[in-house]
């Protein structure tokens, strides 16, 4: 393997990104937790919705902040790495990602200062608003940059100059791409499911402690509920999803399943191992006719193999194919997990099963691997193209050297090691003391040592006059 | 510790302020976040310019 500007430029940004995904994935699915919570608290008045919100919106207000700094970071780097592809696609990509920042800064972060700072100043119904409002944003947020890599996946409604660059003649097509709707769907589900897994294992483990702590039995509960619907609802948005990959991406699809061969009843790849240089699995598990089944719902439909495809054309294979089994093992194993959970609660006992309880904190980082593995399978199934069949990554990278990637792409992985670290160690930590309110610590006893006193820091007698 | 910095909600019974004060403190809070938003934008911009 060469490391050129290229390959660390893709490195980078592959690095960059997979730190912001897994934040706004939490925060998206937490924000509309938190106005779950305050609506349930304001109708119900129970105690538990209040103090899980309080808990929770902690772990929004840092988890948010760690979201924003990773975002930005790659806001430059289409300037700094990416510079030909900003120069001719921002006429079209620049103004999807406008509204991003404007539904993230103007939404987000301007009524998450009433949500931390407010609700004693602007009461009960103006803060709810404000979550609500926060919750929106999130949403909006995904839209937009969902929307604008949707374009990207399957460029439509623009014409292309002589220069080179793209011009939008038709907003709503670039909008509303036709694979948008499936990967919107798909990818706030994945969010909800990776915040409801996390508020499931972060429960758990308070529960594995104290069986009796009442608000981690509630925000258990609710985690189950969920993704127990959640789960089954993703694996139909992902079939969906991959059915239009089949009708629009036929390479990215060929490498999802590992199919080298232009064939009817094409089977269905449990494990492989795909070979570019032999343009062949060199072991393969499979079901036989199955995959045309999922790919085009019959089994005798013909589904295109990678050697329709020149060499030149093809994204990788290995990394597309793991990281698509990755996701969907992890994804069958919430479906399993929710009907568990289901059933445990048909019967009100979830949060006395240590063996579920166990399976739920290990489960609780899932759903940041899958969102991983689902962005590894959507970009790196779209090479060798930025912008798919018009623009090649190659055509898109900055004119920059090998050495200046290298020195940016360490100095980003040394700093983000270090930033991410703590924030997430700050966030385990919170999660690890609980949602129940601590009692007030007790007054400390009157002092009888005047200050300056020499043996001021030695334990008291408890009959020690004082000097 | 976070949990210093962010108001709990008003104690059940507490009087409430008027609505004008009520909805002064939301516009204020909201504009003061997106100032300070912009304030840090605005920074980032000067330095790598």
Redesign the interface.
Known sequence: MHFDALLLSRLQFGFTIAFHIIFPSFTIGLASFLAVLEGL?LTT?TTAF?DLY?FW??IF??SFGMGVVSG?VMS?EFGTNWSVFSTVASPVIGPLLAFEVLAA??LE??????M?????????S??F??TLLVAVGTLASAFWIVSANSWMQYPAGFVRLADGSFRATDWMAVIFSPTFPYRLSHMVLAAYLTTALVVGAASAWRLLKDPDEAESGVALKMAIGMFAIAAPLQLLAGDLSGKQVGKLQPAKLAAIEAYWETRTQQPFHIIAIPDRATESNRFQVAVPKLGSWIAAGDVNAKVTGLKAFAPSDRPPVFIVFWAFRVMVGLGLAMIGLGAWGAFLCWRNTPEHSRLFLRAMVAMGPAGFVSVVCGWIVAEVGRQPYVIYGLLRTAQGVSPISTGEVSVSLITFMVVYAIIFSVGALYILR?MNSGPSPKPEAAAPPPRRRPPGYALAAAPAPPDEAAP | MAASIIEPPPEAGAPREALWKRLAWFAGLAIASVLATATVAYLLKALLR
């Not at chain 1, 972060?109 to 009433?114: A, D, I, K, P, R």
């Not at chain 1, 931390?116 to 009960?124: A, E, T």
Request: cysteine-free; proline content about 3%.
């Open positions: 608290w008045k209040r309080l919106v902690k207000a840092i930005v430059y800064f103007f972060s301007s009524f998450l200062g009433v931390l700072f407010g609700w004693r100043r602007v009461g009960p103006l803060h608003l404000a919170l």
